[in-house]
């Protein structure tokens, strides 16, 4: 049994799944691939060519290269700025790219001033094992975070080894709202925001993949939960109030009867007070 059967209630049932788009995995990765290619790129420079001038002269022009690759990592920092992000949650999103900038930035410097010497070079094969650590490390996050759909609630399941689970009662979604851009449409991603009554009122799931399907499949299970069809006269309940077009229709009727003299005067205007006070 699955982790996620495991939570599942007896009866309950998967009716669609899905997660975030590869799109969202590329944007998490990018950093991290750069990093490595930056630094496989620094130890075969430095370990490939010979000794003499025209091995120095490659590994100093692969340092200006690496220099200029600081680039991406300042991209990053400078982003996070743009965006709002201040104090603890800016130094959360940027410290993976100040480091790597910081190391790529010693890289660089060593190759250009000592060009021969080997010793960085090895250094930089041994480095390249982070950014691949963190490649797996992201990509088995991204797999990991789903975002389930089954007969009875609306499931958001996140986390490799550390889960944490949140999830909404189908009967307490209230409206959902799907955004998606040019881009979105093209690649078959976007917004689902769920609208619900419990406390956490509103559940963003952000760039999924194929949010109109999942819209789709989960009002289609809550209508599933409560199916519409049209009463007949003889399914209503005849102890229920009546509604307050059927008031008026019985009124209607009595001031008929009035007229005709089946009731007095007395009769139809305390029936009529009655009735109105149900309005």
């Known amino acids: 049994m699955g982790y996620l059967e495991s939570v599942m209630g007896d009866n309950e049932r998967v009716v669609y799944r899905t997660h975030q788009h590869v799109i969202v995995l590329l944007s998490r990765i990018i950093g991290s691939l750069f990093v490595f290619i930056v630094f496989l790129a620094v130890s075969l420079a430095v370990l490939t060519p010979g000794e003499g001038e025209a091995g120095d002269r490659v590994r100093f022009?692969?340092?200006?290269?690496?220099?200029?690759?600081?680039?991406?990592?300042?991209?990053?920092?400078?982003?996070?700025?743009?965006?709002g992000l201040r104090g603890r949650e800016f130094a959360w999103r940027?410290?993976?790219?100040?480091?790597?900038?910081?190391?790529?930035?010693?890289?660089?410097?060593?190759?250009?001033?000592?060009?021969?010497?080997?010793?960085?070079?090895?250094?930089?094969?041994?480095?390249?094992v982070v950014p691949i650590f963190e490649i797996v490390r992201t990509f088995l996050d991204w797999w990991n975070e789903r975002y389930i759909i089954t007969n009875r609630r609306v499931m958001e399941i996140k986390g490799t080894i550390n889960k944490n689970i949140r999830d909404s009662a189908l009967e307490k979604v209230n409206d959902v709202e799907l955004t998606q851009s040019i881009v979105g449409r093209m690649l078959r991603y976007g917004t689902v925001q769920i609208i619900t009554g419990s406390d956490i009122g509103v559940n963003n799931f952000h760039r999924i993949s194929n949010p109109v399907r999942f819209k789709r499949e989960m009002l289609n299970a809550k209508e599933g939960i409560h199916?519409?069809?049209?009463?007949?006269?003889?399914?209503?309940?005849?102890?229920?109030?009546?509604?307050?077009?059927?008031?008026?229709?019985?009124?209607?009727?009595?001031?008929?009867?009035?007229?005709?003299?089946?009731?007095?005067?007395?009769?139809?205007?305390?029936?009529?007070?009655?009735?109105?006070e149900r309005l």
């Open 61 to 83: 022009i692969v340092g200006l290269i690496a220099l200029g690759s600081l680039v991406m990592p300042l991209y990053l920092i400078v982003s996070a700025w743009i965006q």
């Open 94 to 128: 940027v410290w993976r790219a100040a480091l790597a900038g910081l190391l790529i930035l010693a890289f660089a410097l060593l190759l250009m001033l000592t060009p021969g010497s080997r010793v960085i070079g090895f250094i930089a094969l041994v480095v390249t």
């Open 227 to 276: 199916p519409s069809r049209s009463v007949t006269e003889s399914e209503r309940d005849p102890s229920a109030e009546p509604a307050d077009a059927d008031i008026l229709n019985v009124i209607a009727e009595l001031d008929e009867m009035r007229q005709q003299g089946i009731l007095t005067e007395e009769e139809f205007q305390a029936k009529k007070t009655e009735l109105l």
